[in-house]
Nanobody
Framework: QVQLVESGGGLVQPGGSLRLSCAASGIIFSNNNMAWYRRAPGKQRELVARLTSGGSTNYADSVKGRFTISGDNAKNTVYLQMNSLKPEDTAVYYC?????????WGQGTQVTVSS
């Protein structure tokens, strides 16, 4: 059984940082394309960052230079380091393994950026 468990969300002031974690079980994340998505209130889900099985990364234009996706093979965990957070980053963040159509999703973690 595949499980993706996100953690690390919370309330942070503008300009602050958070690190999200996605602990995977039932799959080996390094064999899969892993990604972080987010859904803000009233908006569609959007791709934030992707880490491919080959080690490549790509980011939404809105987070380039501020967010970094990485993985720890030993812990089978993917991270999203978020710096210089803005109010428009407020959303529920979801971890995905294997793509949006046939992949797996975590339960989501809330990130709120507010003063």
């Amino acid at each position: 059984q595949v499980q993706l468990v996100e953690s690390g969300g919370g309330l942070v002031q503008p300009g602050g940082s958070l690190r999200l974690s996605c602990a995977a079980s039932g799959i080996i994340f390094s064999n899969n394309n892993m990604a972080w998505y987010r859904r803000a209130p009233g908006k569609q889900r959007e791709l934030v960052a992707r880490l491919t099985s080959g080690g490549s990364t790509n980011y939404a234009d809105s987070v380039k230079g501020r967010f970094t996706i990485s993985g720890d093979n030993a812990k089978n965990t993917v991270y999203l380091q978020m710096n210089s957070l803005k109010p428009e980053d407020t959303a529920v963040y979801y971890c995905n393994a294997g793509g949006i159509h046939f992949g797996f999703w975590g339960q989501g973690t809330q990130v709120t950026v507010s003063s």
